[in-house]
């Protein structure tokens, strides 16, 4: 072996690289750069970035309980929630304040597992940075809210995975309710068939 | 023979003193906020010590308040480039202290990650070690290139490139559709092409041969001895591959050998790393080829992925290991029957393995040490934890 | 084509003409010189700005990137935007730097590179200065960047840089023994250290007798480039600024423009090295058809673009081993060449073919035996099932 061969065979496979670069396909030696801003890589419709608030139809019309589920099991607690009251102090199935400090945020998806009620789910948006954190990037209820149709937009097979399961147990619900309903009716038109029952005697030795 | 003393202006011998240097914390090639503390004679190394901690993040605490789940996604965190591998090893931890069957295609899947993870973390960490050696980027873009392809197919299949958060207990989140599981085969078929221009650009490098060969040796007995473990035992010689002395998961079932150096210098390093890479591909192929049909989750962990707080470990302890692509990874997890672990540990391959960095370093020269840490393949985020 | 070959010496004729008409001679005497120094200084930093980019676009191809293409068309304005930011950068002066000797080195690097452009034959009658003794000019002033370098790294006050000017010192004085030597021959043959002279002895055979065509030339302008390229610190030789084992060597303190003119001096003296080493074996500005100026920039930018290509693939290899190579296998083998251009100035036809060709083959194989430090290792490596 002649030194200096392995050097040349290397350099060779640099000249090649920069030959192919001007007329191959990105695989085959080509350029490999995707000139970003112009151009983008097709998004994957699993890819997770930072979680957003589901409502359907119109944004009054939240999926979100505030039942606090997310961010108890948000694993670096980046969530915030605050349950909605009405003015006499009923807790209402709403939140008040829903914060997702998004520097925090480590995108993991486990907010999106938990909820119970198909409320938060991760994101494609991506394109955030701004110049000061504490302002930009701490969002609140309203800057996180999307509609039904923008998820059906990003992940098409998740959304209607889910709306059709959705639909299925409202479905199963209301004919659950329906039959509810009706045993109640039944019962009542049984218990009206029947002796209307006696008041409850007082316990005796009383 | 006798000594000759050699003077200067006629007085007896010259008086030098050694040079004192911290290589890093900022310092390019010290692979992340770590710093070596260097004595120097001239250029060459007197003195090494490793000084660590600067990314500590508590990570073991952090995960000791948490439900299991949720230390998942900090544990790809630890070993950024692994993140497979590494939530491979902390969901065998659990699953053994919980006792959890986990289903075939779930083993076959969280297997083809792990290989796919090895084959990203070699073959960037050979670009790393290239870099460190002075090329200017050539073999880390080319190698780049590859990984990209295979982040793509991680992005598709869990949702994140490098942060996957992918494997839960009982299984894994997602399943493998037939097309993903296609381009993997198609990242199959390409890949040995470009191992083999890759070693055409490097393998028979004089350059490299003489910057690499002889250079930071590590005898097997002092491999051993510190509990070095991966690429970096192996090519010391030292037949020790946690796939075959555990056989965990379903590792039997594939037919691969384990590659071993002979002097245990950076070359060898650089190199059972390439060769291990042929091995994780014949892995993969049996896998794709194989897969079977079947569930992804352990029927009695599906309700704890809507609520992790709910899963509650009898109180015991485990410990399980992976073949990570550094070394042995192992998570030590002790329950007391609560939602959080009450004790947590990490032995984290980079870690073990930096610990003999002085005995490497000594008596070589500036240049040398910087690429015999690259050739020891340490990530920060899992050093200091 | 006669016009178009000669096109800059008329010009500069017709103006010094148009300026005698109505100036004293001594006016014109005056001008002839200074257009002379304008064209050069004009033309050292353009070729710098226009290096970089083109450094940066040839690496960028060769690692399938595309390099800049942001600052106007195909990037063309990216030297400007770099000299902008060059420009606004502040200029930090580390505490207790030695001022003078810090401020003074960015300059003084400048000036050999452009002195060095006054003995280089751009073209046909197109030399700015046609000294008798251009060649030894040539190495004289280029070597003395060490100073500079060595002033920049001690003026710093930082260890790395001090490491970095050692290291060039060293270098330079180990690498400018086999380049005046390689250049032997050609003095020998051409039988004039004039560099116009040179070149003339280069014609023949339609242009195309150049000396690197001979065995000795062969030899001697590898030799010659090799040198050269360490004498410009450039890969594979970049250890005086190694970023990856003493961060940026004798410039690590540098910003802003100071920064900027040590790249100057870079660029401009492997332009110069390149052209000389196109002078010299490549037959300078001879060749057929084309005009002889644009022969000579042809054949220096193919020589840019193997320094680039070289820094594209090569790793760098250590200061001992640099050494080695300079002296126990560049050194003889220079040694050899000159027997090797005696014996074919002495011998004719086919026989001084074979005897300088064969004895070169032989003393490069023996030579290789010898150092056998530096060749690489036959490794096996063993599987274990």
Redesign the interface.
């Known amino acids: 072996m002649i030194f200096g061969t392995g050097i040349l065979q290397g350099l060779m496979v640099t000249l090649k690289n920069f030959v192919t670069s001007y007329f191959k396909a990105p695989d085959e030696g080509g350029i490999f750069t995707v000139e970003y801003p112009e151009k983008r890589l097709p998004e994957k419709e699993r890819f997770r970035n930072f979680p957003f608030l589901l409502y359907d139809k119109n944004p009054e019309n939240l999926r979100c309980v505030a039942c606090d589920i997310c961010a108890k099991e948000c694993p670096p607690k980046c969530i915030y929630i605050v349950r909605e009251f009405d003015k006499d102090g009923k807790p209402l199935k709403r939140p008040a304040v829903f914060d997702i400090d998004f520097t925090v945020c480590m995108n993991c998806g486990i907010c999106e597992e938990a909820c119970p009620f198909d409320a938060i789910y991760m994101d494609h948006e991506f394109e955030i940075a701004s110049a000061d954190r504490h302002a930009k990037l701490l969002y609140h209820r309203d800057d996180l809210l999307k509609s039904n149709e923008y998820f059906h937009k990003i992940r098409p097979t998740d959304a209607s995975a889910i709306d059709a399961r959705r639909r299925e147990a409202e479905e199963k619900k209301k004919a659950a309710e329906a039959a509810a309903l009706a045993a109640q009716k039944a019962k009542e038109a049984a218990a009206a068939q029947a002796k209307p029952p006696e008041p409850p005697k007082p316990a005796a030795g009383a | 023979m006798t000594e000759k003393t050699f003077s200067l202006h006629g007085a007896g011998d010259m008086d030098t003193q050694t ?1 004192e ?1 911290n290589i890093g914390p900022q ?3 010290t692979h992340g906020v770590f710093r070596m503390n260097v004595v120097l004679d001239g ?1 060459t190394i007197v003195s090494l010590k490793p000084v660590m901690g600067y990314l500590h993040r508590n990570h073991e605490q952090i995960a000791e308040n ?2 299991y ?6 544990t ?2 630890l070993d950024y480039f692994n993140s497979m591998s590494n939530n491979f090893g902390y969901a065998m931890a659990v699953e053994k202290l919980a006792n959890i069957e986990v289903p075939e295609r779930a083993h076959y899947i969280r297997i083809i990650m792990a290989e796919l993870t090895r084959l990203v973390n070699h073959v960037s960490v050979i670009g790393f070690l ?9 073999p880390v ?2 190698a780049f ?1 590859e990984r ?1 392809k295979i982040l ?1 197919i991680f ?6 490139r490098m ?1 996957c ?1 992918y494997l839960r207990f009982g299984g894994v ?2 399943d493998l559709s037939p097309e993903v599981l296609a381009r993997i085969a198609g990242i199959l078929k ?1 890949f040995p092409k470009f191992l083999e ?1 890759f070693e ?12 690499c ?2 250079v930071g040796v590590l005898p097997a007995e002092l491999a051993v001895s510190a509990s070095v473990t991966g690429p970096m035992l192996r090519a010391s ?1 030292v ?1 020790y ?1 946690i796939r ?1 002395a555990d056989n965990y998961s379903l590792y039997e079932r594939f037919k691969f ?7 245990g210098d950076v ?2 390093r650089y ?2 790393r390439i ?1 291990e890479m042929r091995e994780s591909l014949k892995i993969l192929e049996q896998a794709v080829k194989e897969i079977p049909a079947g569930d992804i989750m352990s029927k009695k962990m599906v309700p704890f ?5 709910n899963f509650k470990p009898p109180v015991g302890e485990a410990y399980a290991r992976v073949e990570a692509p550094k070394g042995e990874l192992g998570y030590y997890v002790v329950s007391d029957g609560t939602a959080q672990p009450w004790r947590y540990h990490v032995r984290a391959p980079s870690f073990i393995n930096l610990t003999i960095l002085e005995d490497l370093c000594i008596g070589q ?4 040490a ?1 690429i015999i840490l690259g050739s020891v393949d340490i990530v920060l985020g899992e050093l200091d934890r | 084509m006669e016009t178009l070959d000669q096109i800059f010496v008329l010009s500069k004729k017709g103006i010094l003409d148009f300026l005698g008409t109505f100036l004293p001679e001594w006016v014109v005497t005056l001008a002839c010189v200074a257009i002379t120094i304008k064209a050069i200084a004009v033309l050292g930093p353009v070729t710098m700005m226009y290096l970089t980019l083109m450094e940066r676009k040839v690496i960028g191809r060769m690692q399938n990137r595309i390099g800049p293409n942001r600052v106007g068309k195909w990037g063309l304005l990216q030297p400007l935007a770099d000299g902008v930011k060059m420009l606004t950068k502040e200029d930090i002066v580390p505490h207790g730097a030695d001022a003078v000797s810090h401020f003074l080195a960015p300059i003084l690097i400048v000036i050999p590179s452009l002195l060095a452009f006054a003995v280089i034959p751009f073209g046909r009658g197109m030399t700015p200065v046609d000294l008798n003794v251009g060649v030894l000019f040539f190495i004289a002033v280029s070597s003395t960047t060490t100073i500079a370098i060595f002033m920049a790294s001690w003026g710093s006050r930082n260890k790395f840089s001090v490491l970095g000017g050692m290291r060039s010192a060293a270098q330079m004085i180990s690498y400018e023994v086999p380049m005046v030597l390689s250049v032997v021959p050609v003095i020998l043959i051409a039988g004039s250290l004039s560099t116009n002279d040179i070149v003339l002895a280069q014609a023949g055979w339609g242009g195309l007798k150049w000396f690197v065509f001979t065995p000795w030339g062969f030899f001697a302008f590898i030799i010659f480039f090799l040198c050269g390229v360490a004498e410009c610190n450039r890969s594979p030789f970049d250890l005086p600024e190694g970023e990856s084992e003493i961060v940026a060597g004798f410039h690590t303190e540098y910003s802003g423009m100071k920064f900027a003119l040590f790249y100057m001096a870079e660029f401009m003296n492997s332009f110069t090295v390149s052209g000389l080493a196109a002078t010299l074996f490549l037959g300078g500005w001879q060749g057929p058809f084309l005009p002889s100026w644009l022969w000579f920039f042809l054949k220096t930018y193919a020589l840019i673009f193997v320094m680039i290509w070289f820094r594209g693939t090569l790793p760098r290899i250590r200061v001992d081993q640099l050494m080695g190579l300079a002296w126990k296998f560049l050194m003889p083998l220079t040694l050899v060449n000159i027997l090797a251009a005696g014996l074919w100035y002495f011998t004719e036809g086919a026989a001084r073919w074979l005897i300088t060709a064969s004895i070169l083959a032989g003393s490069f194989w023996l030579l290789t035996k010898l150092n056998r430090g530096y060749t690489p290792e036959k490794r096996v490596y063993l599987f274990a099932e």
Do not use: W
């Not at chain 2, 789940?69 to 900090?74: D, E, I, L």
């Not at chain 2, 290239?130 to 050539?138: E, H, K």
């Not at chain 2, 050998?257 to 002097?263: A, F, I, S, T, W």
């Open positions: 040079l240097i310092h390019p090639s250029e948490m439900s789940t949720g230390s998942m996604p900090y790809d965190r290239l870099n460190d050696l002075g090329a200017f980027f050539t873009l080319y290139r990209e793509d992005e598709e299949v869990a949702g994140a942060m958060n989140k997602y390409k221009e055409t650009l490097l393998t028979k490098n004089e350059i490299l041969c003489m910057r060969q002889n010689g037949n591959d075959k050998r384990v590659p071993l150096g002979q002097k070359y060898d190199y059972v060769l992925l809507k609520s992790p707080r020269k500036v240049a040398d910087i």
